[in-house]
């Protein structure tokens, strides 16, 4: 399968973009749910063609809560992305995870309120399967680059997605805690939802840039402080890109690309001709025409 895939990396807090990329182009696509938050950079990394997408948009304008992120996960499928890494900024809920320290997510805990996190509806109901929300694969490959590159990181972590955009209050936070979580963001479960519907496969590397305000011995986060650890950790988390990039070559063993084939309930008699037309990218497999 080598040289078939378009790989797909979002970027979060100080993370806009990536070097080294060759025949780089900006790509601006239409979705059914809007536009994305940017325009996708496209390039070639050593003969692999990669799509990268500021989750902010470019300047980092976008709050965690307008993120269009049905639109965002929409346009990688419609350019042909068949895997992402997710980069994203976190607080560390646990004592050894250190400012500056990667954590190779497997799980998610939702705490969010007000997000659209799923394709369907309005006519089109299906259910996927998410207990193991991130894709085995990717997360192998992660943790093989960390590993190779020395990385300071932690295989495996629950991710509590917050609401936001006001960063926690410090009961939250101690609940938190208590209930085992190991980093707190803002963004990333909405990615993995949609990016599960869609049949993409999706890892997080989250980075620890703060102890959110649970620890006694160190400062609340700020966004200064966590701007301070990103600009540190940029360059690790573009090495640990790149390269990861060549080991997601390797043909899928996981179920990511199969993930509706059992989940639509919908008699597809019953689907209206205007949800099956917008949701043609990914319905078009299994309905017959």
Not at 130 to 140: K, L, M, S
Not at 187 to 216: F, G, I, P, S
Not at 222 to 235: I, Y
């Amino acid at each position: 399968m080598s040289g078939t895939q378009t790989i797909g990396i979002i970027g979060g807090s100080g993370l806009y973009d990536i070097d080294g990329l060759e025949d780089v182009r900006e790509l601006e696509l239409s979705t059914p749910f809007g536009a994305p938050s940017d325009a996708l950079i496209t390039g070639t990394y050593r003969g692999t063609r990669l799509c990268f997408l500021p989750r902010h948009g470019r300047g980092h304008r976008i709050a965690p809560h307008e993120i269009n992120f049905r639109a965002n996960i929409w346009a990688l499928k419609k350019a042909g992305v068949t895997r992402i890494v997710s980069v994203s900024a976190v607080g560390s809920m646990r004592e050894d995870v250190h400012p500056g320290d990667f954590v190779v997510i497997d799980q998610f805990f939702d705490r969010t309120r007000h997000r659209a996190d799923t394709f369907f509806g309005d006519g089109v109901v299906a259910h996927v399967l998410f207990a193991d929300p991130v894709c085995p694969d990717v997360r192998a490959a992660l943790l093989a680059s960390g590993k190779t590159l020395g990385l300071k990181l932690h295989d495996g972590g629950t991710y509590l997605n917050m609401e936001g955009p006001q960063f926690s209050t410090r009961a939250e936070s101690k609940i938190y805690r208590q209930w085992g979580v190991d980093v707190i963001g803002m963004t990333n479960l909405q990615e993995a939802k949609l990016a599960r519907e869609a049949e993409l496969c999706y890892a997080t590397v989250a980075m620890a840039t703060d102890y959110d305000c649970w620890h006694e011995h160190h400062d609340d986060v700020t966004v200064d402080a966590v701007l301070a650890v990103m600009r540190q950790n940029v360059a690790k988390a573009r090495a640990l890109i790149l390269d990861t990039v060549p080991r997601l070559l390797e043909a899928p063993k996981c179920a990511c690309g199969s993930a509706l084939k059992n989940a639509i309930m919908t008699a597809p008699d019953k689907i209206p001709s205007d949800a099956r037309l917008r949701l043609g990218l990914l319905l078009d497999k299994y309905l017959p025409r």
